[in-house]
Structure formats: C-alpha cells, structure tokens
C-alpha cells in the first residue's frame, strides 16, 4: 500500500492500532481505530499491516492532543517515543474482559496513519506495552506503550531541531 503524502491539500487521517495480549494462555490481537469521531464505526482497511489482507479495526481510540507526545497526526516531526491510548470498552466486551484478565506488559503495539482519502498508510509508531491497563472503568481503559528502538528496519523521518537561534540556518527548511 502506497505512503501517505504529507504535503496534499487534504488529508483525512484516522489512526489505526494492533496490539495482542494474552488472555487464559491464549494470544488475542486487538484491532482499534481512532479518534472514535474520524474513525465513525471503524475501518476496513487492506494492506496497512503489510500482508495484503483485510483487517476491521473497531472505532475505540480516544486520542486527546497531548496522547501523542510529538504533536497531531499530521504535524509530527520525529517518532513517537510513547503512545498512550484510550479505549473504549464497555464491560463483557472481549476487549474490557482482555483489560481485565490478560497480560499486556511486553506485548506488541504497531501504530498506522491511515489516510481515508487515498487508503495510504505509513507506520507512526512500533513498540511493546510497558504495562497492563490502567484507569480500568466500566467504559474503558488506557494502554500505554514504550517505543522498540532496536530492530527497526525502515528509515524513520525525523530532524533535530535547533535549540537555540543563532543555530538556524534559513527559516523555510523543509522536512524530508
């Protein structure tokens, strides 16, 4: 599936997550797409983990502005080095019952951007949970992930910004 051009007019960006657990010996893969308001009752989605499948990524994702610790969706500069997620779950659910009774710590957490205008995607962030659930509620619960900074096998877009202004070249720099 094709990257997503930054640089277009427009962009309709949803956020898409796969993240297992183990839940009774067992590995259970989690599929959520968000913010809830962008992602309305989910996305099927083709090719965004890159096997050429289809996936159904459930609308659970409450993402606020300062859940993402390098800026929107769309604006961000560097990798992401946490990503913290807010899922909605109401209790019986399979999702509220793996916040319950499975084990996150260590398991893996994938993060997209997916556009909805193209189906362009690009991989925004890959790292592990660095614990189980928190702020388990009858609604939902939070999840927060650490980047997995050894293995990394594509080229991540990112710069250093200078700290102070004399250490600025020109004002209108592009970011590759």
Request: aromatic share 8%; hydrophobic share 45%; no cysteine.
């Amino acid at each position: 599936m094709a990257g997503i051009d930054f640089t277009a007019e427009e962009l309709d960006l949803v956020l898409l997550v796969r993240a297992s657990s183990i839940v009774d010996g067992a590995e259970v893969v989690h599929r959520w797409a968000g913010p809830r308001e962008a992602a309305m009752s989910g996305a099927a989605v083709r090719g965004a983990e890159g096997d050429g499948e289809l996936y159904l990524y459930e609308a659970r994702l409450a993402l606020a502005e300062d859940e993402i610790s390098a800026g929107g969706l769309d604006e961000h500069v560097q990798v992401l080095g946490q990503l913290t997620l807010g899922i909605a779950a109401i209790e019986g659910d399979a999702a509220h019952d793996a916040a319950n009774r499975g084990r996150w710590a260590g398991r893996s957490v994938v993060a997209w951007a997916y556009d909805r205008l193209t189906g362009g995607t690009q991989e925004v962030f890959r790292g592990v949970a660095s614990r189980g659930p928190t702020a388990l509620t009858e609604s939902g619960f939070r999840l927060t992930a650490r980047d997995e900074i050894a293995g990394r096998e594509a080229a991540w877009p990112f710069t250093q910004m200078p700290t102070h202004e004399r250490d600025w070249t020109h004002y209108d720099a592009v970011v590759p």
